[in-house]
């Protein structure tokens, strides 16, 4: 696609349950991130994948938090039991390449995630 | 560690020029960003310093200097359709790949 795309845009979950967010990044893009946006702040990292493989998980909050990558184009960041304090905007961002000096990373316009 | 300061709030005249400051200390410095992000939008590349100096790109220009841990945005006329957030990130190749660090983000409201 032209860009990169996140569904849904809303997500409403009641305490407790289980919720899956997607990414689809731009076609060809070897890197993708996951970030977390709490009100009025900035984007925290959370996990980073380079192709189908998940390099850095270092960001995620609990192990509530699981992501993949399986064929290494689209990604899932699926979070089980949800707690209020997980309520933020989860952007995705993919780039060509994780490690060439020169490319920028792109991002998906992000899920807002309220927790009721 | 990493960390990277810039203040909360700005406000400026609309026709004005505003400089937002950026300072930082990482261990795997490999470029500095800005990016803008509107209420509710994804953040959008605006500009992109690895060398010290400054990088010119219309309306918006971009500083840095390497050995202070400092750079700055500075945006000339400013027109309503600025007011934004600016978000300055560093990317941190520790680790082997480059990461993006964001700061908080600087809120500005550009006034008629």
């Known amino acids: 696609g032209a860009g990169v795309s996140q569904s849904p845009r809303y997500k409403v979950a009641k305490r407790g349950q289980d919720v899956a967010l997607r990414c689809d990044p731009i076609?060809?893009?070897?890197?993708l991130f996951w970030y977390q946006q709490a009100l009025g702040q900035g984007p925290e990292f959370l996990t980073y994948f380079q192709n189908e493989a998940q390099l850095d998980k270092s960001g995620l909050p609990s192990d509530r938090f699981f992501a993949e990558r399986p064929e290494g184009s689209v990604s899932t960041l699926k979070i089980q039991r949800t707690q209020q304090e997980d309520s933020a905007v989860y952007l995705c961002?993919?780039?060509?390449?994780?490690?060439?000096?020169?490319?920028?990373?792109?991002f998906g316009q992000g899920t807002r995630l309220t927790v009721v | 560690g990493q960390n990277i300061d810039q203040p909360t709030e700005m406000t400026a005249t609309e026709g004005a020029i505003v400089q937002i400051n950026c300072t930082y200390q990482t261990s795997g410095f490999n470029g500095l960003f800005w990016y803008q992000q509107h209420a509710g939008e994804a953040p959008t590349f605006l500009s992109y310093n690895v060398l010290d100096g400054l990088e010119e790109k219309g309306r918006f220009s971009s500083f840095l200097s390497r050995s202070k841990g400092y750079s700055y945005l500075l945006l000339k006329e400013l027109q309503m359709k600025d007011s934004a957030s600016y978000l300055c990130a560093v990317r941190d190749r520790t680790g082997g790949y480059n990461k993006l660090i964001f700061g908080a983000g600087t809120r500005l409201a550009v006034h008629p």
């Open positions: 961002a993919s780039s060509l390449t994780g490690t060439d000096e020169n490319t920028e990373a792109f």
């Open positions: 076609s060809g893009h070897v890197s």
